[in-house]
């Protein structure tokens, strides 16, 4: 039996793809406490036309969804995380926030890609993302039914994490940058204003041997359970200057006498809807944890 080396490229449950010099090779994990995801690069005993993983090697980033209950990782060794969006179905200015607030935990670079943009809507869809463009959060505008074009320099050097909502063309923009995916695709439901998944596991895609995509399956949820107090504070990256300047060390910036990002927000050096969203978050965090 021979043991390589590879990169977990494609995940279902249990079961794995794992690209290595000789080619892919499906696998299993070896034990039930070995926690493998996409994007992981491991050591495999190959036996046959089969490998067992045996190990997970150090990772540069692990990127987590959670609920209130449980957190799951979804994908290992992400440089860049694109949150995908498109003014139909409407999607949640909050959920792709939490998806960024998760990328800045893992010091891992955010993208905003709004798809469909010949849509009319697009520019009401456009406004409501300045709440993150303004504070320096690049945009990319495209559809991807006609061209991709304007995504690739923003995937250079990167293995990006595609992320969204179900129905915002995630599996189109795949097929359209990696034509012999085909990955399937749904038409969104206009009476429920909401997709269906189409993609039921996580896949690497790579562009070329600087730069990969993963995809991922759709979401409708993204809670942030596996950050603290202080983490999300942090994940907030404008709230950052006025972090420890609070007259209180235990400052929850709720009501407190001279909080720092209160005044902040007053005197308009940081968006009130930022604050108030982290605020919403802090209550979430604390009444998990009450029930835990």
Do not use: W
């Not at 279902?12 to 793809?17: A, E, N, P």
């Not at 993208?111 to 690049?138: F, M, Q, S, V």
């Not at 204003?193 to 993963?214: E, Q």
């Not at 404008?238 to 972090?243: D, G, H, S, V």
């Amino acid at each position: 039996m021979t043991v390589l080396t590879g990169q977990v490229v494609a995940a279902f449950s249990r079961r794995f793809i794992v690209a290595t010099a000789d080619g892919e090779l499906p696998c299993q994990v070896k034990g039930r406490h070995l926690r493998v995801v996409c994007g992981d690069q491991v050591e495999v005993r190959r036996d046959g036309d089969a490998g067992v993983i045996e190990a997970v090697l150090p990772r540069a980033s692990l990127l987590y969804r959670s609920d209130a209950f449980k957190s799951k990782a979804i994908a290992a060794n992400v440089t860049q995380l694109a949150v995908v969006v498109a003014a139909r179905p409407s999607f949640s200015m909050e959920l792709v926030q939490r998806c960024i607030l998760t990328a800045e935990d893992q010091g891992i670079a955010s993208l905003l890609i709004l798809n469909k943009a010949d849509l009319p809507e697009t520019p009401a869809a456009l406004e409501r993302l300045g709440l993150l463009t303004r504070i320096g959060y690049p945009l990319v505008m495209l559809s991807a039914l006609t061209d991709v074009a304007p995504l690739r320099p923003a995937l250079h050097g990167h293995t990006t994490l595609l992320i969204g909502q179900s129905g915002m063309g995630k599996s189109t923009l795949i097929n359209a940058l990696f034509p012999d995916a085909s990955v399937v695709t749904a038409e969104y439901s206009v009476a429920l204003d909401s997709g269906r998944h189409t993609t039921t596991h996580t896949r690497l895609h790579r562009l070329d041997a600087d730069a990969a995509v993963i995809d991922s399956p759709g979401l409708q949820e993204f809670a942030l359970q596996h950050m603290d107090a202080n983490a999300l504070a942090h994940g907030f990256v404008e709230f950052r200057p006025f972090l420890g300047q609070c007259r209180f060390r235990d400052c929850k910036h709720e009501t407190e006498p001279g909080c720092r990002l209160q005044e902040a927000a007053a005197a308009g050096e940081i968006d009130p809807a930022r604050l108030k969203l982290f605020q919403t978050l802090r209550r979430l965090q604390q009444n998990a944890a009450q029930r835990l």
